[in-house]
């Protein structure tokens, strides 16, 4: 038996909110496939062999939170693109992260076809890593979350879960 959803777009917790716009994974291969170049809802069927109802709820959830917008196409009068807004294309770190922890965690030994590199220099893309502001870098478990405001202390212990 299916759960209700539960509403996740009043949460103060980043990921949480995240989750609200991009969390089904079809919304995430859909915005893959956007970064490949295609842009008609035929290209994402296509390409995804996704039930078209389903293909039509998610692309209108990605344009109502303004991840596409929708424009005319040039090559067709009936028809229209999805292009990714600025807001969508801040998502290509996601996927990146997401990649990279899927090769090194979920494809075995020679399973792996592809990589990701540089558009221009086709040089492979480094980790992705964590470093604070000044450049300092982390691991896993080296960081936290804390109290933002005026009211924050900077010593702030405070562990808020996302």
């Not at 293909?55 to 005319?72: A, P």
């Not at 997401?98 to 558009?119: A, H, I, R, S, T």
Request: charge should be neutral; hydrophobic fraction near 35%; charged fraction near 30%.
């Amino acid at each position: 038996m299916k759960g209700k959803r539960v509403d996740l777009g009043d949460s103060s917790c980043g990921i949480a909110r995240s989750l609200q716009v991009v969390g089904e994974w079809w919304s995430l291969l859909i915005i893959r496939e956007a970064f490949k170049g295609k842009e008609r809802f035929g290209e994402f069927q296509k390409s995804l062999g996704l039930a078209k109802n389903i293909l039509s709820t998610r692309l209108k959830k990605l344009v109502d939170e303004g991840v596409f917008r929708i424009e005319d196409d040039p090559g067709s009068a009936t028809s229209h693109r999805y292009v990714l807004t600025p807001k969508g294309e801040k998502l290509g770190v996601v996927l990146v992260a997401l990649w990279q922890w899927g090769e090194e965690n979920c494809l075995g030994p020679g399973e792996l076809e592809y990589g990701l590199v540089d558009k221009d220099s086709g040089q492979p893309i480094e980790q992705l890593k964590l470093t604070t502001t000044s450049g300092l870098p982390l691991g896993p478990r080296d960081f936290r979350l804390a109290r933002i405001g005026a009211d924050a202390h900077p010593a702030s212990k405070e562990h808020t879960h996302g």
